[in-house]
């Protein structure tokens, strides 16, 4: 899926509405950049505002804001309750989505850089993005605010990271920087403040001081009391929800209430919410209660409901969770939204983009898919549920990759679109051919790792195919082996795209990793594929007694004399298979009459290989109460 950001630039007006809307409209006319939230406080006299997009997208926005800022914004004039040190007092970018925390301090460095050479303002660094153990924390960068600032930048020691070291009265200073996603999650409880708070000490990483911390790392804790809803709550902020889940939060708080005997009546979150963080969640349910749940509408579901997300208002996770938000912002959704025809004109259309790249990466859906379907048809039938649990394993992966290589429809597309920005940027300059060639080998890596990633993706899927292809629905034969096929086409065109784009990329350490483990994709994915289309069911399409232990003939056709294969299962304690309709009487073989159409035969399970008697009946090849047949 393509990569998201956050920025939450704090800006120094929060009483005069047309500067923020100013500032709102810079962000909201940046391309790539979806404004999610303007908070205006006026006695801070400061405004948050929220909006995402990709690392390229997120840093023209915070630029954008500023320029319009540094025109309206006088420092000179300001006064708020918040400590402040800037017009745009600080900037931090979040990874939200396919985005790690290196690639914001990046974006921080970049932000920095340039909002320093344009507005010639001094900006210092803080979070992860810091190069000082000193400047990490913010409130140390901004003590003293505003007002200490002449004295502060003629001190060495606060230099800052870049721009000039010289007092600006109308801009101030700007701190920016990275850090991770910060929830605001309460959980409710019916009891005082202080037995809420006793449990916040508990579990906050704080603690109850040095010598008595918390259980739960990167996470802060109060109790408090709601009035407005007589009770209380333990309130916490997640710092970092990927070392600290959400379901851990309140799997804790329902531990310690148990022992207070305190009842839990749900919990609440604050703001916004990134999709991985209650994807986590609902996995972890998931997992602890056996369930088997495939749809992401379904699984939001299950975390809004085992939370109790909904106990003091509605839920909307169109409204709460980033990513929806982003996507009811997209004006253009992309290839994959487009439909199926004016998709294929696309690939046709006189341009190089879309092209092989996002072609093989449709194909690889479109396997995977069948793939899960052909899992989910042989699932949750009462004639195959022996099947049950091992189709519960197979098909997962399968949705999981189609979600995946849908998006690398999409992200394939941009990723040479990029390349091809690039390669229009000035080179008049030095420094600017630096540039305009740094981009290009940037866009080229990306180029790579689109259909890399592909080719891995679709690689790991082979084993579970080739055993899907052994337990599945025999009706949807020719669905696995289209589905391989397909699957087998994404690989060969990921492999060509890989090695078309590795040849110009001047980084030898990069390239020999990836074409080292690329050597011949195509190979193997023809492998893995013919293996596939051939395993069969667990009673083959062959003569006599195989490799998978099956005995007579069998055939998916209607043609006389072979058998018509219904209901697949195999015996579970031989590695004989047997065919047949489950009936609560007896168990009964089918068979093919002359006429093409299957008909009962008579014949009970026998314990000896299939053989057909003069009437075209056959038994079946099981062992009796030793090999069950199912």
Known sequence: MAKLVECVPNFS??????????????????????????????????????????????????????????????????????????????CPFVPVRNVSMDECVTCAHIFGQRLAAELSVPVYLYGAAARDESRKALPSIRAGEYEALPEKLAKPEWSPDFGPPTFVPRWGATVTGARTFLIAYNINLLCTKELAHRIAL????????????????????????????????????LLDFETTPLHTVYEEICRDAQKLNLPVVGSQLVGLIPKKAMLDAAEFYIKKEKLFILEEE???????SRLGLDSLSPFHPRERIIEYLVEAGEVDGGLVARPLG?????????????????????????????????????????????????????????????????????????AFSSYMEAMKLPKNTPEEQERRMSAMQQGLKIAVGVPYGLAEKVSGLWPGLKELARHCNLACKS?????????????????????????????????????????????????????????????????????????????????????????????????????KRRSKARRSCWHSSTSGWPEKGSGECSGGSAVANTAGKYSCPCLGSVGICH
């Open 13 to 90: 007006e929060g009483n005069n509405k047309e500067v923020i809307d100013a500032v709102a409209q810079a962000i909201s006319r940046t391309s790539g950049c979806v404004l999610l939230d303007v908070d205006a406080g006026p006695s801070t006299n400061r405004t948050v505002y929220t909006f995402v997009g990709s690392p390229e997208a997120v840093v023209e926005g915070a630029l954008s804001a500023a320029r319009v800022a540094v025109q309206l914004i006088d420092m000179s004039r300001h006064s708020g309750e918040h400590p402040r040190m800037g017009a745009l007092d600080v």
């Open 202 to 237: 508990n579990i906050r990483e704080q603690g109850r001081g040095p010598n008595q911390p918390g259980r739960l790392k990167k996470v802060q804790g109060i109790g408090w009391y709601l009035e407005e809803e007589n009770m209380a709550q333990v309130s916490t902020n």
């Open 298 to 304: 379904q699984k939001i579901r299950l975390v809004v």
């Open 342 to 414: 004016a998709f294929v004109r696309a690939v046709g259309a006189r341009s190089a983009a879309p092209g092989g790249g996002s072609v093989s990466a449709a194909a690889g859906a479109l396997g995977a898919a069948l793939g899960s379907m052909v899992g989910l048809m042989s699932y949750g039938k009462r004639q195959f549920e022996d099947l049950d649990p091992i189709m519960r394993r197979l098909i997962p992966p399968f949705h999981e990759a189609m979600e995946e290589l849908v998006a690398m429809v999409d992200a394939d597309s941009r």
């Open 479 to 579: 669905d696995i082996q289209v589905g391989a096929k397909m699957l087998e086409a994404a690989v060969f065109g990921a492999y060509f795209n890989v090695m078309i784009n590795l040849k110009d990329i001047t980084d030898e350490k990069f390239k020999l990793v990836v074409s080292r483990s690329a050597r011949a994709p195509p190979g193997g994915a023809a492998e893995g594929a013919k293996v596939a289309v051939t395993s069969g069911p667990s009673c083959p399409l062959g003569p006599r007694q195989d490799a998978w232990g099956c005995s007579g003939e069998g055939s998916s056709g209607l043609s006389s004399g072979k058998l018509r294969i219904l209901s697949p299962h195999r015996c579970h304690r031989r590695s004989l298979g047997c065919w």
